[in-house]
């Protein structure tokens, strides 16, 4: 068996590269602002991040008579914020117990056949399917916390608050959707505005909202709403679309999200925790230049260092490690991204008082 295992980790197909590429394969399963295109990926070759924040000024240009002096620009007040790419290692192992009674022997000799080391093989391509997942759920917090303002770690406490670094308050809209008579469309407009008024020089195509299970219901059962909503529902088929995604109202795109994900405490027990809490729903721009980008910074390990990882390197993956006494094979995981909003001002956030 330790011959076994000694010949996989001498494989050139169980190098980093190749055990990196294997595993970025694996569709995300966890991701709608990944399928919504939120973030443009950028790779950097550093750990940290420096954002050069500067606020373009725009005013008026008077006439002049020709030949007068011409008006002067305004310089522009930079700041520089550096932000440190969160680190997110993950560790699992492939043990001899885990797959000796699935090895076939052929011969007398009891040297493994072909099909022995392809179930080890096997073995190890699960294993990284199933870390990929974690990696792809943890990305998919840390890009809900960041159109929240606050990016935070798997536990809910702050990695970045991004209202405090760029110096600015949360805009909060209360829609209040327990009074009936509450102008919701009215609301909708001034979340609309609001975003657009803090573009600061970038451009979008629309506003998205993200809302929880309860706020949702709330809203498309409002007297304000409802009706609009069921002539959405009237149009289409509710045998192949989701009623759930893509309801347009005051050109603003609802959606309720329930992504969640089991948190593992120092006690041994489990809390799931949603995304987005009970009661609120977040409101951000599509479609916009800059504002968001997904910093990749290189993974800790003596042959990526100071160098820019691949686009498609999301997740890298060590080579393998023989384990103590020949047990089995270790395998290192890690991810290093930092999800920014570089106009946190456009975050908006929803809810209800009554």
């Not at 973030?39 to 020709?66: K, M, W």
């Not at 620009?73 to 550096?82: D, I, S, W």
């Not at 890009?143 to 209202?163: E, H, M, T």
């Not at 299970?213 to 069921?230: C, G, L, M, Q």
Request: aromatic share 8%; net charge negative; with cysteine.
């Amino acid at each position: 068996m330790p011959d076994i295992i000694l010949d996989i980790i001498n494989n050139a197909a169980f190098s980093a590269s190749s055990l990196t590429d294997s595993v970025n394969v694996v569709p995300n399963s966890y991701g709608r602002l990944n399928e919504l295109g939120l973030f443009n990926d950028e790779p950097i070759a550093t750990t940290s991040v420096t954002i050069d924040i500067r606020n373009g000024v725009l005013n008026l240009l008077p006439t002049r008579q020709r030949g007068a002096p011409a008006t002067l620009g305004t310089p522009e007040r930079a700041r520089l914020k550096a932000f440190l790419v969160p680190h997110i290692p993950h560790d699992d192992s492939v043990l001899a117990l885990d797959v000796q009674n699935m090895l076939m022997r052929a011969g007398g000799g009891g040297v493994a056949s072909a099909a022995g080391l392809e179930t080890v093989l096997g073995m190890v391509n699960r294993k990284l399917i199933t870390m990929r997942r974690k990696h792809a759920i943890t990305l998919e917090s840390l890009r809900v916390s960041a159109i929240a303002g606050v990016i935070r770690d798997y536990d809910g406490s702050p990695l970045i608050n991004l209202f405090t670094e760029f110096g600015i308050t949360q805009k909060a809209v209360d829609f209040a959707l327990g009074t009936a008579g509450t102008d919701v469309g009215s609301k909708c407009r001034e979340v609309s505005g609001y975003i657009e008024d803090n573009l600061l020089g970038d451009t979008m195509t629309s506003v998205h909202a993200l809302a929880s299970p309860s706020w949702f219901d709330r809203f498309v059962t409002h007297a304000s709403v409802k009706e609009a909503y069921k002539y959405f529902v009237a149009t289409q088929n509710p045998l192949r679309n989701d009623l759930r995604k893509g309801f347009t109202f005051q050109n603003i795109t609802f959606e309720e999200y329930r992504g969640q994900a089991t948190k593992l405490n120092e006690d041994g027990s489990t809390t799931v925790q949603r995304f987005i809490p009970d009661g609120d729903v977040r409101f951000f721009p599509i479609g916009t230049g800059d504002t968001f980008t997904n910093y990749w910074a290189p993974p800790d390990h003596i042959d990526e260092t100071n160098i820019a990882p691949n686009l498609d390197d999301q997740v890298f993956v060590a080579p393998l490690e023989r384990a103590k006494f020949g047990k089995g094979i270790d395998i290192h995981t890690e991810s290093n991204p930092l999800p920014l909003v570089k106009r946190p001002a456009t975050l908006v956030r929803g809810f209800s008082s009554n």
